[in-house]
């Protein structure tokens, strides 16, 4: 019933930009954490970008100055601005959404992210 389909990956060029966005259904969206992870080939996952059912927002100091995460809860759907991208952003990005009281946790499927010249 929960789903959380991600879009907007694709290949960008160093300095490039891209949007992505999060679309869920099947829960209530404001009540919960969202969250943006990647996963570059080789490596573990990472919290690239956190946002809170209050609007407190995190970056990882890697993203910090060039990603910008946002959410629209009437529209249900959480976007990560990608501006200035580097080669290193190139990953698997995962939409994530968590609720702890009652503990709730649910993963989108992946989107690719691929930064080259």
């Known amino acids: 019933q929960v789903q959380l389909v991600e879009s907007g990956g694709g290949l960008a060029q160093p300095g490039g930009s891209l949007r992505l966005s999060c679309a869920a259904s099947?829960?209530?969206?404001?009540?919960?954490?969202m969250s943006w992870y990647r996963q570059a080939p080789g490596k573990e996952r990472e919290l690239a970008a956190t946002?809170?059912?209050?609007?407190?927002?995190n970056y990882a100091d890697s993203v910090k100055g060039r990603f910008t995460i946002s959410r629209d809860d009437p529209k249900k759907i959480m976007y990560l601005q990608m501006n200035s991208l580097k080669p290193e952003d190139t990953a698997v990005y995962y939409c994530?959404?968590?609720?702890?009281?009652?503990?709730?946790?649910?993963w989108g499927q992946g989107i690719q992210v691929t930064v080259s010249s």
């Open positions: 994530n959404a968590l609720y702890d009281y009652g503990y709730l946790n649910y």
């Open positions: 099947g829960l209530t969206f404001s009540a919960f954490v």
């Open positions: 946002i809170t059912a209050g609007g407190i927002i």
